[in-house]
């Protein structure tokens, strides 16, 4: 029976699926697949030489792999290991630039006079001079600097002066 395409209802006409041919076509798709393997012994079973060397082949690309998946976690573990180095050493660098500022600011005001006089005082046990402590000097008049006797003499030879002042001086004897 013929089917008439037209049709006079407004809503959609429901297309009923056809699973006689899908199952069909399903069932043999299924019976090519599967194959029948029989149960035989490991020794019996012989391996291609292409596929021998396909197997090794991929067993070199695993441990390549896996070798270069080591290295690369190997080297940010290095990488993580330095980072924390770094990071403590900041730490322990701010640390002395506190400590060194704190001891520059103990120096500043401990450089007082009047705080040195007081440790003096205090600690080594000393006073300020009185007028009987005091104790005179005489040095004789004579002036011990010596004044210059020679005369400096500049020479200048690198050939910096001019020309022909030179063959003057030479020609009329000055110099």
Request: glycine share 2%.
């Amino acid at each position: 029976m013929a089917r008439v395409n037209y049709q006079y209802e407004t809503s959609p006409r429901k297309i009923e699926p056809d699973y006689n041919r899908k199952s069909k076509k399903h069932k043999e798709e299924k019976k090519k697949k599967i194959k029948i393997v029989e149960d035989v012994p490991r020794q019996d079973i012989k391996i291609s030489e292409k596929q021998r060397k396909k197997q090794i082949k991929l067993t070199i690309f695993a441990l390549a792999a896996i070798a270069l998946l080591f290295t690369i976690s190997y080297q940010n573990s290095q990488i993580s290991v330095k980072f924390s180095q770094i990071q403590s050493q900041k730490e322990e660098l701010a640390t002395l630039e506190k400590e060194n500022e704190q001891t520059e600011v103990n120096i500043e005001s401990s450089s007082n006079l009047s705080n040195i006089e007081k440790l003096a005082k205090e600690k080594l046990g000393m006073s300020k001079l009185t007028n009987k402590q005091t104790v005179y000097v005489t040095l004789p008049k004579k002036d011990y600097v010596e004044s210059a006797s020679e005369k400096i003499v500049i020479d200048d030879e690198d050939g910096s002066d001019n020309w022909f002042i030179n063959l003057i001086e030479k020609l009329f004897g000055k110099k």
